[in-house]
């Protein structure tokens, strides 16, 4: 089943350490975003990636940065976590070549605590 | 700035009556809109789309759309408990990614 899969589920770090979180798909989408999710704050906007070759930050980009190594693969990082980090994140994916192509696919999510 | 607004609820309904889900948006340029749903601890997903005033429907659900009011909303009829999770509404506002409001919590109960 073609499909969005995040890497680790979960993951507990220490303030000023450098990690990375995975995003691979099956789906054979062009496009792929990361977003953060905190309580009460709804989903928002990290980096998204409409091809190998395009990166761009969205509205909380600020702390991190990403890598599209491939169609299907476009990695998180932290630099250098800090607790307010801690949230769940989202790796989704679109394809462009739907007439709707807004439509969003998720991952599992990643459950990123910084302690 | 560009926004989406949702009542954070919780909404609470009886089972088999109608949950009324609404959203407002900014810009008034909007051409997509889209209703996610979130269980606890799950990722969201799309249950509703809806691109030209009027309503959309799909089984239980109701999308309604009216652009001049910049709103729009989602109908769960006969509600049922497996409906109890997180609403989300997302609006494409002038570039092609949904910004998403920060959801409606509904509960159903028995």
């Known amino acids: 089943d073609a499909d969005v899969t995040q890497t680790p589920r979960n993951r507990i770090t220490k303030t000023g350490k450098r990690i990375m979180l995975e995003c691979s798909q099956t789906?054979?989408?062009?496009?792929m975003y990361w977003y953060r999710q905190d309580p009460g704050l709804g989903l928002r906007l990290i980096y998204y990636?409409?091809?190998?070759?395009?990166?761009n930050k969205g509205e909380i980009s600020d702390g991190y940065s990403v890598s599209r190594q491939a169609q299907a693969k476009f990695s998180l990082s932290l630099e250098s976590a800090i607790p307010n980090q801690t949230a769940l994140y989202f790796c989704?994916?679109?394809?462009?070549?739907?007439?709707?192509?807004?439509?969003?696919?998720f991952g599992s999510g990643t459950q990123l605590s910084v302690l | 700035q560009k926004e989406v607004e949702q009542n954070s609820g919780p909404l609470s309904v009886p089972e088999g009556a109608i949950a009324s889900l609404n959203c407002t948006y900014s810009?008034?340029?909007?051409?997509?809109f889209f209703w996610y749903r979130q269980y606890s601890g799950k990722s969201p997903e799309l249950i509703m789309s809806?691109?030209?005033?009027g309503d959309k429907e799909d089984g239980r659900f109701t999308a309604q759309l009216n652009k001049a009011s910049q709103y729009v909303s989602l109908l769960i009829r006969d509600s049922q408990p497996s409906d109890s999770a997180t609403y989300l509404c997302?609006?494409?506002?002038?570039?092609?990614?949904?910004?998403f409001g920060r959801g409606t919590s509904l509960i159903v109960h028995p």
């Open positions: 989704a994916t679109s394809d462009s070549g739907q007439t709707t192509n807004e439509k969003l696919f």
């Open positions: 789906k054979g989408h062009d496009r």
């Open positions: 990636s409409f091809d190998v070759k395009d990166i």
């Open positions: 810009d008034r340029g909007s051409q997509s």
């Open positions: 809806i691109y030209s005033n």
């Open positions: 997302a609006v494409n506002m002038g570039s092609y990614i949904p910004t």
